[in-house]
């Protein structure tokens, strides 16, 4: 059965190609997140030094600054090296964390292999109905030039030259 043009409203759907290898794709995705995620993007008060994913489901997704105060942005849901990754996504339409579960939407990214050396890299931020009052300004935030799109850009040009 067909997904309804309401059920797709809620979906924010990106792809990327790259030339690296799928478990390096996977590696730098999740494990040097602060290398490439935009620095204007964190919802703590200082900016961050640190954004970790703690790697295992249950895990925590979150931002650390210098000063060693941390941000919470949400919880890994499933993690599956170097295939899948679905994280919790807390932030609500103010961009401030919210911890209830029922309110979260999720981010799931797939990573792949598409032979010699290369990736693709799809990523889905769906349920952003859960927010509730204010999910459409979230999907627009994410869904602009400067959310998801802008997001795996930087992702795109650091998986090519992050070390190790």
């Known amino acids: 059965m067909a997904e309804s043009v309401a059920a797709k409203a809620d979906i924010v759907r990106k ?3 790259t030339n690296v290898p799928i478990e390096r794709a ?10 490439w995620w ?4 964190h919802i ?23 000063d060693g105060s941390e941000c919470e942005w949400g919880r890994v849901l499933a993690w599956e090296p170097p295939h899948r990754v679905v994280f919790s996504w807390h932030l609500q339409a103010d961009w401030k964390y919210d911890p209830n579960p029922e309110k979260a939407s ?3 990214i797939r990573f792949f292999a598409e032979g010699a050396g290369k990736t693709r890299v799809e990523l889905q931020h769906r349920a ?30 650091a998986v090519v030259t992050q070390q190790g």
């Open 44 to 66: 703590a008060k200082q900016a961050f030094a640190e954004i970790v994913v703690e790697q295992r489901s249950g895990g925590r997704w979150f931002e650390r600054a210098a």
């Open 38 to 41: 935009p620095a204007t993007h």
């Open 26 to 35: 996977f590696e730098v995705f999740t494990g040097k997140m602060a290398a």
């Open 15 to 17: 792809t990327l190609n």
């Open 106 to 108: 999720e981010v799931e």
């Open 128 to 157: 952003l109905e859960r927010h509730g009052a204010g999910w459409e300004q979230i999907r627009t935030g994410v869904d602009s030039p400067g959310g998801w799109s802008a997001i795996l850009e930087q992702f795109a040009k």
